[in-house]
């Protein structure tokens, strides 16, 4: 019932939102392609290098692909709901939270839903298309089993990734200035996410598993879905279980969201 | 010149009042470089030389042009659009010393704030083994001149693109499709020795090769004598199009906000 | 029955200390040394139903604090506060319905959307159902004269206009308890009487409990019959306005059109000017009515008055006593 009620809401405010972004529509085709080609520097970098390397850590081009559209699918995933938490710095510090607390409605949700970026859907658009065609010519044998895992991992890489970002963003209402942070935890996805994690070494493989959990948005589920479990430093069920640990993250991020935004300090006193 | 003085050292400060922002832009520096390291190493996979290019010179090439990157290409690519949105322009304007002056002094300050970043990066460079010294004393000669060439070229363009603000405000989506483009045809993420033939051809007929490759290359030895007074030379042009091309624009901008208003 | 309770409020903010000289800034980053600021300290007090309070101070003296803790947006440091039975930021949504909250200096509304789509979704936000909502619309459109800027995307509203639409979004789900917080700033004078004469038709009609900040001690007189004042984050005087007068301002002037008035008898002259005499008396112990006898019977009088103080002097001489 509550959750019936939240979800109501949060479609509430998002198309007001909405309606509120299509007064500014002039920029919305441009956005969206900019969205496209920040994502699509990256892939650049790699087919230009694979073009002539062939692989990398044993990974081809359809692998990679693959690899690198999972990653940018489950980014996009995220970013369209989740894009405002850049905003957190100065909707905190400028005391516009005030007015969410003031509404029974989830301040969160009321973050979330201050506007929306429609580039986001150039990230989502991008990932899909690539993930599309990578799907198609990576060697993996697509039963329905696969296609809905490949699904659920998907969810389970936003959530991840989201997780993150919600627990960063946490920070603010104790620090007052996270966005370094934040970029520097964007900048960790989208530069390290789109390789093989065994080109690091263990120990930063470790890192990035347990510490920093990025292998969990791609990597693992990747390599699972690829059938090279055996390049993996740890037991393949971990792979199985991404999703799961994207919807424990995110819990334990959202619980963490909730605790810190007692220190909410508003401003000017 | 002392206003412009002025002018520049206003930006770095800016910068610098940044702090948590400018630690953690030199730890995600750090971070990219021992990435490109690891990464440029697995794609070699054991392999000493790949088309004459060891991967001592390609780990040294993608650390150089990381760091070239933050100097010369900083974050805020052109402060322009921002003032004009704000509607900061018109006071720009009264300043005694030109608008394009100002806005490359300011942009140069910004650049400078890097360069303490630089000087804590190197030695971090040289420990992971991504460093290397130049390849020859004309390298070494040629690099400086190169590096101000680069500046100037990416300064330039940044100019132009921020003055097209004058005549659309809705510029952030094609300002940052032009980021991307640039940064890849600039050969800061692949040189230009590994691209794809046509994707390389581009490359050379554009103006970003000149912010970002030939330093490098010039430093590294991947261009050698004749080759060099060329690209110092392709630089040169660059700067001297663009330049012309900026004043141009400038002058209908200036009319612009004269008819207009800020 | 008192609805709002605030029982030994205290709250604290804390920042790390500002390291000076060079590196100053890395310093203060590193630094585990911080300085405490006690914005509000001790403060007790209680509303009735249907009552309407001026919480008056001035600025720094933790009056938006107090008022951000009993809407729940920020947590005490220690000390109770009740809302109608809540504990305003432990069950924030439910106390968010029983309270409408007008912050002056910001929009509750939807910036970029008509001012129709913001009350829309506030009624939807708050659950009021179709009919209710359309009453109230209807309602608040003629009292509020909205009328002409429904459509108007908020963000291009004057500042009245935008006010009045805040009041009707903050009063569209029938809260009981209003909290306005500068309502009038910046308005000019007729913007800033429709706004009074609304609150307190609220107040006569629905029995809202109405807290009011404000700087412009006019909205006090006119709306108010209780203040509390407080100052340095403590409550300085608490009880009726005329009471106030009474105790810090005793005095009442008596302003007499005459020729020549060298002095009276239980009165100090304080002013002359253009034929005008400024008289000061204390009404405990000299009767009014035996002063005006005593000038009418010596002098020539063209034209008298009692003038009572006015709130302002009276709490800038209060301020002025304990700073």
New interface residues.
């Given amino acids: 019932m509550r959750a019936l009620r939240g979800l109501r ?1 949060y479609l ?2 998002a198309g ?1 939102a909405f ?3 299509f ?1 500014y529509r ?2 919305l ?10 994502q ?2 990256g892939l ?2 790699i087919w ?2 694979l ?3 062939g ?3 044993g990974w081809g081009l359809p692998e990679i692909a693959f690899l690198y559209g999972l990653r940018l699918t489950a980014h996009g995933l995220w970013l369209l709901p989740g894009h405002q938490l850049v905003h957190v710095d100065e909707v905190v510090i400028e ?2 939270y ?2 969410y ?5 989830s301040p969160l949700v009321q973050l979330l839903t201050r506007r929306v970026r429609l ?1 986001s859907l150039g990230d989502l658009a991008g990932g899909v298309v690539l993930l599309s065609i990578a799907s198609a010519s990576a060697p993996v044998d697509w039963t329905p089993g696969a296609v809905g895992f490949l699904l659920l991992a998907v969810l389970g890489g936003a959530l991840v990734e989201g997780a993150l970002q919600l627990a960063a963003s946490a920070l603010v209402f104790r620090m007052k ?1 996270v ?3 934040k ?2 935890i964007d ?2 996805f989208s ?2 996410g789109n ?1 093989p994690l065994k ?3 263990s120990a ?1 493989g470790f890192g990035l598993t347990f510490v920093f959990p990025l292998a969990f948005v791609a990597y693992l589920p990747a390599t699972v879905l690829l059938d090279r479990e055996d390049e993996l430093a740890v037991p393949a069920w971990l792979g199985w279980g991404a999703p799961a640990v994207g919807v424990l993250l995110m819990y334990a991020a959202y619980r963490f969201w909730e605790r810190q935004t ?5 401003s ?2 | 010149m002392k206003a412009h003085l002025a002018c520049a050292r206003m930006e770095f400060r800016v910068a610098l009042t940044y702090r ?2 400018y ?3 030199f ?2 520096m750090l ?2 470089i021992y ?1 490109l390291t ?2 440029w ?5 054991g392999r000493d030389e ?2 004459g290019v060891s991967l001592s010179t390609m780990t040294a090439y993608a650390t150089l042009s990381t760091l070239q990157y933050t100097l010369v290409s900083p974050w805020r690519s052109s402060p322009i659009d921002q003032r004009v949105r704000e509607g900061k322009v018109a006071v720009d304007l009264l300043r005694p010393i030109g608008f394009p002056g100002q806005m490359l002094a300011g942009q140069l300050g910004w650049a400078s704030a890097a360069v303490p970043v630089l000087l804590v990066a190197l030695p971090f460079a040289l420990l992971i083994g991504a460093g290397q010294a130049p390849a020859s004393t004309a390298a070494a000669v040629a690099y400086p001149l190169a590096l101000i060439g680069a500046l100037l070229v990416n300064q330039l363009l940044g100019l132009l693109l921020g003055m097209v603000s004058f005549w659309t405000l ?1 510029v ?6 032009y980021r ?2 640039a ?2 045809f600039s050969g800061a ?2 040189p230009l020795w ?3 033939g046509p ?1 390389r051809a581009a490359a050379e007929w554009l103006p970003f090769q000149a912010t970002a490759y030939t330093p490098a290359a010039l430093y590294l030895g991947q261009v050698e004598g004749y080759g060099m007074a060329a690209a110092l030379a392709v630089q040169g042009a660059w700067i001297v199009a663009l330049g012309a091309l900026a004043a141009f624009v400038w002058s209908r901008a200036r009319h612009r906000v004269m008819s207009q208003g800020g | 029955m008192p609805v709002i309770e605030v029982a030994d409020l205290v709250k604290e ?1 804390r920042r790390p200390k500002r390291q000076e000289g060079s590196f100053a800034g890395l310093r203060t980053l590193l630094t585990r040394e911080q300085t405490v ?1 006690r ?1 509000v300290d001790g403060i007790s007090f209680q509303v009735a139903r249907g009552e309407m309070v001026g919480y008056l101070g001035p600025n ?1 003296a ?1 009056k ?2 107090t008022i ?1 803790m009993l ?5 005490p440091t220690s000390g109770t506060v009740r809302v109608a039975g809540t504990v305003p ?1 432990r069950d ?3 106390n ?2 029983q ?1 409408g ?1 007008v ?1 002056g200096q ?1 929009s ?1 509304l ?4 008509p001012l129709r ?1 913001s009350l829309w ?1 506030t009624g ?3 659950d009021v159902p179709t009919a209710r909502f359309e009453e109230k619309r209807r309602q608040f459109t003629k009292v509020l004269d909205l009328g002409s800027f429904l459509d108007t ?1 908020v963000r291009q509203l004057s500042l009245g206009q935008r006010m009045r639409g805040d009041l009707a979004a903050a009063m569209l789900y029938d809260p009981s308890i209003l909290y306005l917080d500068e309502p009038t700033v910046g308005l000019d004078v007729v913007a800033k009487e429709r706004i009074r004469a609304f609150v307190g038709e609220l107040n006569r009609e629905s029995g809202t409990t109405v807290v009011l900040t404000t700087h412009d001690l006019d909205d006090v007189e006119e709306l108010c019959d209780r203040i509390v004042l407080i100052d340095h984050g403590k409550v300085a005087y608490d009880g009726a306005v005329a009471e106030l007068k009474t105790r810090y301002a005793p005095h009442r002037e008596l302003v007499v059109q005459t020729d020549a008035l060298e002095s009276v008898e239980g009165a100090e002259v304080v002013r002359r000017e253009e034929g005008k005499v400024w008289l000061r008396f204390d009404p405990a112990r000299t009767p009014p009515a035996a002063l005006v006898a005593s000038v009418l019977a010596r002098h020539e009088v063209t034209d008298l008055s009692i003038v009572e103080p006015e709130l302002e002097s009276v709490i800038h001489r209060i301020y002025a006593d304990r700073g």
Avoid: C
């Fill in positions: 809401v509430l405010l007001a309606r509120a972004e007064q002039g920029n085709f441009i956005n969206i392609i900019g969205g496209l080609f920040y699509g520097v650049a970098f230009a290098v073009d002539r390397f692989q990398v850590g005391g516009e005030d007015r607390l003031v509404r029974p409605v580039s200035k966005s370094p942070i970029f520097a900048m960790i530069d390290f390789y080109i690091f070494g930063a007692r220190h909410y300090e508003s000017g006193h | 948590t922002s630690l953690s832009s730890v995600m971070l990219q990435l690891v990464v190493s697995a794609f070699y996979d790949v088309d809705e952030s989506g094609a300002l940052m499709a991307f483009v940064q890849f993420l692949v590994f691209m794809p994707v | 903010f600021k914005a720094g933790g938006s604090t951000k809407t729940g947006i920020l947590v930021w924030r949504a439910r968010a319905r309270i909250v912050f910001r509750q939807w910036w970029d959307l789509d979704l939807r936000l708050y995307p």
